[in-house]
């Protein structure tokens, strides 16, 4: 199975901070790498998809980016409605494994 | 507007059986592969299972392979989790997934659009 470590596990930022979220595959995964957002007590929802697709309705502060084992989630400036949890995923063979996902906290 | 509403957790010993439900609206069912992904009271998101827009291809984690099956039903838009031998750590709060293809393992492969979940406690 494909391994997905993300890195911090946790990060306390402010608004309007610039933000980056790492997430390591095991193996190459080339662009199959997804992002989503889980706001507390809600549904996880997609965010980027292969890696720099932006999914419809998202925001332009939110970009994805790399290839192959190593991946980041960049947000340009914290919002109040950013502070949650991020996943990244990798589908690129079953089971489609995730990180541990990283708890971006107000500071 | 998109729906998934997922149905059928609740309270279960440890050994038994529980069938989950999602009902889904507002898109083609027939033309999506659909996924139960679930989370851990506390934990991170794990994926359960998924299947092609068909039913014919089913994937599942080690975890749960050969005590879970995953099916659906095209002419009633509905996709099935059925969990037998119930333990312990299967509790969490399944969520049934939309995915973006009809085929599950399809390059450029996500989940689009997550229901609601369902809660799943196994204790005795």
New interface residues.
Partial sequence: ?IQMTQSPSSLSASVGDRVTISCRASQSI?D?L?W?Q?RPGQ????LI??AFGF?SGVPSRFSGSGSGTDFNLTISSLQPEDFA?Y?C?Q???????????TKLEIK | EMQLLASGGGLEQPGGSLRLSCAASGFTFRNYAMNWVRQAPGKGLEWVSGLSGSGVSTYYADSVKGRFTISRDNSKNTLFLQMNSLRDDDTAVYYCAKGNAYYYENSGYYLDYWGQGTLVTVSS
């Avoid at chain 1, 549904?43 to 997609?46: E, G, M, V």
């Fill in positions: 199975d080339r199959n997804n989503y889980q549904t996880p929802k997609l998809y292969m999914q949890t996943y995923q589908s690129l063979t079953t089971p489609y494994t995730f990180g541990q996902g």
